[in-house]
């Protein structure tokens, strides 16, 4: 059986239901795309699903402000992509009629669309042979064919989209670029994580036979980030918290955070309390210098749902807590282990880099109001504790982005 075909009725039985595979609407798919790029799908999904509700058709979405937009991609990151995607749809109404490009070459030339996801576009939405080749379809082809040149070289990209073009099926073109990334992204995983036993390619793969699974595919290391701080001055009165507009340059342009200062305040760590709440993670209180606070701790949460095999299942989550100023020094000196806490807030995305070299993700609620509930180890913590003043609202999130591991796109 040629790759084709085992490609192909591998991926009928396998393949994952999403919302976006259940539809050929260019305008979708393209959304789809754009939203995945740099993001998980459980991740990305929510989004997704919010565009579609606000933004049905390329003429809402093109009918909106930017700044709209960028209200509902906040949290998900390189918000250059909302501002190509708002952009795009103005520029599709404007000039083509509302119509989207029914091929690739047409669809290449639309700001924000680079090779992978015209391809993407082109083969499932207009049935058009063209390989879209991301981070999973080079992983597969790369162990598959036993490729040994470098994929993060540009040159060798090409190789690996000529070589893609050569096996596509010209029937169902979507169906098979779907199903090489869904092979990637679910069982030709990197390195030591690949499902080989669970391969439908594993009689013929090279990197199988040949011992090199975890040798390929051949990547160069990318460049080192380098990790910025920056400090911010809030001011805030009863009416409201002062905020200036970023200039229209920058991966920030045209969007709000506070003033900032070019001079780092000094962050002194003053207490550290072991197991609170949970022995998970050391718990830290930090004064800065003007007498303002921070408390980081971890919580968890728990829910029971019954799922498709109609089986209850109880799930639990950790969240990292951060509270300021007055509650974080109540939550250090009255919250125990197992004490349970109501807490309102806002998520925030951090990023940094480890002693390593590595870089780190985190995600954060940051506390806007936290209620004590009584337990038998705090009786006396029962009641409502003040939400954070306006003066303690954190500076804005960074945005988000996803390990080096994860690829690009979403399948």
């Given amino acids: 059986m040629s790759i084709e075909k085992k490609l192909l009725s591998w991926y009928q039985k396998n393949h994952r239901k999403l919302p976006f595979r259940e539809t050929k609407d260019p305008y979708k798919i393209w959304l789809s795309e754009i939203i995945f790029q740099q993001t998980r799908i459980d991740q990305g999904l929510p989004y997704y699903e919010k565009f579609i509700r606000h933004y049905p058709t390329i003429f809402e979405l093109a009918k909106a402000s930017e700044q709209e937009v960028l209200k509902d991609w906040q949290g998900l990151g390189y918000y250059s992509r909302a501002r190509n995607l708002h952009f795009t749809a103005q520029f599709v109404m404007e000039n083509l009629d509302g119509e989207f490009p029914n091929n690739y070459l047409d669809i290449k030339q639309l700001k924000g ?48 989209f000529e070589l893609g073009n050569e096996i596509i099926s010209k029937e169902h073109p979507g169906d098979f670029n779907q199903a090489i990334m869904e092979l990637g992204a679910t069982v030709c995983l990197p390195k030591n994580q690949a499902k080989c036993t669970d391969c439908p ?3 013929s793969c090279y990197a199988l036979a040949h011992q090199k699974v975890e040798e390929l595919p051949i990547k160069s ?7 910025e701080t920056i400090s911010y001055v809030v001011h805030a009165q009863e009416d409201g918290v002062w905020m200036k507009k970023r200039s229209s340059k920058g991966i920030w342009k045209n969007m709000y955070d506070f003033p900032e200062v070019e001079e780092t305040k000094k962050l002194m760590l003053i207490h550290e309390q072991k197991h609170l709440l949970t022995h998970r993670d050391d718990v830290k209180l930090y004064s800065f210098e003007n007498d303002r606070h921070l408390a980081r701790f971890p919580i968890a949460t728990s829910e029971s749902f019954t799922n498709n095999e109609g089986e209850r299942v109880e799930q639990t989550d950790w969240h990292n807590i951060v509270v300021y100023n007055r509650q974080a ?16 807030g806002k998520i925030k995305n951090r990023k940094w880099e480890d002693q390593n070299g590595q870089m780190r993700y985190s995600t954060d609620i940051v506390a806007s109001r936290v209620e004590f509930l009584i337990t038998k180890n705090n009786p006396a913590a029962g009641g409502n504790q003040p939400p954070v003043s306006p003066e303690e609202i954190p500076s804005p999130p960074e945005p988000t982005a996803a390990p080096e591991e994860a690829d690009d796109l979403p399948f």
């Fill in 221 to 227: 290391k990318t460049v080192k980030v380098k990790e």
């Fill in 201 to 203: 390619l594993n009689d």
């Fill in 113 to 160: 669309i680079g090779s992978y996801t015209a391809a993407a576009i082109a083969s499932i939405s207009f049935n058009e042979a063209v390989a879209a080749i991301d981070g999973n379809a080079l992983r597969v082809l790369s162990r598959y064919f036993g490729v040994k040149d470098d994929i993060a070289k540009e040159k060798n990209k090409k190789k690996f």
């Fill in 329 to 344: 020094q109540t939550c250090e000196k009255y919250l125990s282990k197992g004490d349970k806490v109501l807490v309102e």
